[in-house]
């Protein structure tokens, strides 16, 4: 059965200036970002957006600074309001609501995490979380439970009466989630709610963000810039550039398929080995004579195993049915780096659109 649409955008414009509704028709007719801000003192943030984010699952949108990934997300909660278009939470279109609606609708439905934490600095660690709750108007004794409840889930426990200052950054993050989570609401959106931590911190966060979401299934939009980031968290992946979706896909689907030399430079200093699962490069045929390895077993891993074993293949499986193989020269090809020599992606296939200028 096919996961619900959440949140869906329909061909969405955003153009910053004096007269966005004019320019309309020049970005429809092809001029460019460069071309609309030098000769039309217009900025072109989101050109023609149509994206599909789905229920339970964590959306990846990543892109260069000035991409546009920012301003989208703002689009979802009405923090900017587009200058055509529309947008759909559970099929039916926010930009219909009123004040009174649309003030419900991020109380409940959408909460939103900040890069910069936005955590109140007079309130306290508990204060903080509560917040949101707080402003639903839930009953003090269930606000109290599920504030202890939050505070222990994102491991604070201890630090209830600290203010925000005299946390770490990590640590400051955490109530910020917390206080998202908090409100139940059903979609998380979270703006590069990471890149100012250190790495070890980062990828601590990361980890806690995962659990989390195992346990919780949220709808959760996830921005970054950071394309190791976007593979580890993302069940789908959208770039950005100029204002304009270059690629929709897996973390498989852009690794190994970019749509075009933008995605490419994206792609070509990850560790292929860690990142490529042995399902996304497995032959259909399933007559291997070799040990049985699951499809999400990254590269590293299968070879390993296949050396061990002093075998060349083994039989690719999920939930313990054969569905594939693969070889050792396939997962030695699939190692290689995308370049303008090497056009072949490591299954054997073109690159969709590897020749085609961005």
Do not use: C
């Not at 955490?174 to 059903?186: C, E, F, K, N, P």
């Not at 995962?210 to 968290?233: C, M, N, P, W, Y």
């Not at 690629?247 to 490419?264: E, K």
Request: aromatic share 6%.
């Amino acid at each position: 059965m096919q996961t619900k649409i959440k949140v869906e955008l329909k061909s969405l414009y955003k153009i910053f200036g004096a007269k966005p509704d004019e320019m309309i028709s020049r970005v429809k007719l092809g001029a460019s970002k460069a071309q609309l801000l030098e000769n039309y003192g217009h900025v072109l943030a989101l050109n023609n957006i149509n994206l599909s984010i789905y229920s339970q699952k964590i959306h990846v949108v990543m892109g260069l600074s000035g991409s546009g990934k920012s301003t989208l997300i703002r689009h979802i909660n009405r923090l900017i309001e587009p200058t055509s278009g529309s947008i759909l939470f559970d099929d039916n279109d926010i930009l219909g609501m009123n004040s009174i609606e649309l003030r419900k609708f991020r109380r409940f439905k959408a909460s939103m995490v900040f890069q910069n934490f936005s955590l109140l600095p007079h309130r306290t660690v508990e204060q903080n979380i509560s917040y949101g709750m707080l402003i639903q108007g839930l009953e003090s004794d269930k606000l109290n439970r599920d504030t202890a409840k939050w505070i222990k889930r994102v491991d604070l426990t201890g630090f209830e009466k600290y203010y925000p200052v005299q946390l770490s950054g990590g640590m400051q993050q955490r109530v910020g989630i917390a206080r998202a989570l908090a409100t139940d609401s059903q979609v998380l959106l979270m703006d590069e709610p990471f890149s100012a931590l250190d790495p070890l911190i980062r990828k601590d966060m990361q980890d806690v963000l995962l659990g989390l979401q195992r346990e919780l299934s949220k709808t959760i939009v996830f921005i970054t810039h950071d394309l190791d980031e976007a593979l580890r968290l993302g069940d789908a992946i959208t770039i950005l550039k100029d204002g304009r979706i270059v690629q929709t896909g897996s973390s498989q689907d852009i690794i190994l398929q970019p749509a075009d030399r933008y995605v490419a430079e994206f792609t070509k200093d990850i560790n292929r080995g860690r990142m490529i699962k042995i399902g996304s490069i497995m032959d259909k045929k399933r007559d291997a004579a070799g040990p049985e390895l699951d499809k999400n077993l990254s590269i590293d891993q299968a070879l390993q195993i296949i050396d061990r074993e002093g075998v060349s293949e083994a039989s690719v499986s999920s939930k313990k049915n054969i569905i594939g193989t693969v070889t050792l020269s396939s997962m030695i090809r699939a190692l290689g780096k995308p370049s303008e020599n090497n056009p072949l992606d490591p299954s054997g296939a073109n690159f969709v659109g590897y020749d085609k200028e961005p």
